[in-house]
């Protein structure tokens, strides 16, 4: 196993192995760029079947954070951590205090929130021992679902305008694959707006609140792919642009909040010479990072949704440069990040 020939590692800062005898933790805490300011990253627990899969795991998770957070146009970097354990069974406020201890000895490099497999309660624990954390109940965003779908909402809108040339979503259809947090706030916002729904989820009762609430039509999970829409909403799994799913797909924008939409970065350019626009998934999900990120005593959600609308004029510019620069929205939106990231904010020292 290695970290700095390892072909995920790129550039990063720091990366720091902590290990606490008396509660087990073994956790990688990973800080990619902090030129924008501190980083900030969920943590994750995973039962990692190999420490190298771990390293692999961070040293992408924490990249992935500074070109959303520099997209998102916070001021903040790019970082994550890993507890390798199962959170099914290895979870202790004894483990979660030693992971507070970690953090805190970083001295505010990097901030730690929720990610898969840890719950606020888990990061309240660590929260004890630090307050570099984001994400907790007493900083006053709380859960991020909302935010996260109105960002999507703002972002499936600048893809419509862009694509379809029109502001309006009435009489458009869009099909929603996960009614889950964010799927069942994102068809509300839609449904207002005029939308129809077609909709999938394999939660049986997910869907009959769908097709109560928003007269949505439902179809199996294996039938939303060919659905006939305009819009594919992915708000449930990673990897829905493959092979298979690009030969029935008929919507003309793909816009939701899944993480990983794309099986590989190839069928962003397939989806491109298609014709078909894509809002590169960073980018349009954005919304619960923003939201946490204006965290703390003076927290105004107001002030945060105005910053998370931002995401409809970010992605229009991404889709205007990926245009003129005939590369896939995925590439165009890398692009501008970096930008955005390798030249220090001049807000940099303040926001730590
Ligand atoms: P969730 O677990 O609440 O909802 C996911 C839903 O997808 C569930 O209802 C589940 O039953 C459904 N589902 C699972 N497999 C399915 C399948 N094969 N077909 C159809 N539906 C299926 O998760 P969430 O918080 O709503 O997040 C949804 C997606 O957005 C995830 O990929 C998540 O990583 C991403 N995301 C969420 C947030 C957030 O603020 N919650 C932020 C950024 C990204």
Same mark, same amino acid.
């Given at each position: 196993m290695s970290v700095f020939s390892?072909?995920?590692? @790129?550039?990063? &800062?720091q990366v720091v192995f902590c290990h606490d005898a008396a509660s087990g933790l073994k956790a990688i805490i990973a800080i990619h760029?902090?030129?924008?300011?501190p980083s900030l990253g969920g943590c994750r627990m995973w039962p990692y079947a190999s420490e190298a899969e771990a390293v692999t795991d961070v040293l992408r998770l924490s990249r992935g954070m500074t070109y959303k957070s520099a997209l998102a146009k916070l001021p903040y970097g790019g970082g994550k951590s890993v507890i390798i354990g199962d959170p099914r069974l290895d979870k202790s406020p004894a483990l979660f205090r030693a992971m507070g201890r970690a953090v805190q000895r970083l001295a505010g490099r990097y901030i730690v929130a929720e990610d898969v497999g840890i719950s606020v309660p888990d990061v309240e624990i660590m929260e004890r021992e630090t307050r570099?954390?984001? *994400?907790?109940? %007493? *900083?006053? %965003?709380? @859960?991020p679902s909302p935010a996260t779908a109105y960002g999507v909402y703002m972002g499936l809108r600048a893809a419509v305008r862009h694509?379809? *040339? !029109? @502001?309006?979503? @009435?009489g458009l259809t869009v099909a929603v694959q996960g009614l889950g947090h964010v799927g069942t706030y994102l068809c509300k916002h839609l449904a207002e707006a005029g939308a129809r729904l077609v909709v999938t989820d394999i939660n049986e009762a997910a869907v009959q609140t769908a097709v109560t609430e928003f007269d949505a039509e439902r179809v199996t999970p294996d039938e939303i792919y060919a659905a006939g829409c305009d819009v594919f909403a992915p708000? %449930?799994?990673?990897?829905?642009?493959?092979d298979d799913t690009l030969q029935v797909l008929k919507a003309k924008v793909v816009a939701g909040?899944?993480?990983?939409?794309?099986?590989?970065?190839?069928h962003g350019e397939i989806l491109r010479q298609r014709g078909v626009l894509y809002a590169p998934d960073y980018v349009i999900n954005a919304g619960g990072v923003i939201d946490i990120s204006? &965290?703390? !005593?003076?927290?105004?959600k107001d002030r945060a949704f105005a910053h998370v609308a931002e995401i409809h004029d970010t992605l229009l510019e991404i889709f205007r440069r990926a245009e003129a620069e005939g590369i896939a929205t995925g590439e165009a939106a890398d692009r501008i990040a970096e930008e955005r990231f390798r030249r220090p904010e001049p807000h940099n020292s303040a926001a730590a």
């Open positions: 390892s072909p995920d590692f @790129d550039n990063h &800062e760029n902090t030129n924008r300011g570099h954390v984001a *994400g907790t109940t %007493a *900083g006053g %965003a709380g @859960d694509k379809l *040339g !029109r @502001d309006k979503l @009435d708000c %449930a799994l990673g990897a829905v642009i493959n909040s899944a993480n990983n939409q794309l099986h590989e970065p190839r204006h &965290e703390g !005593r003076d927290y105004d």
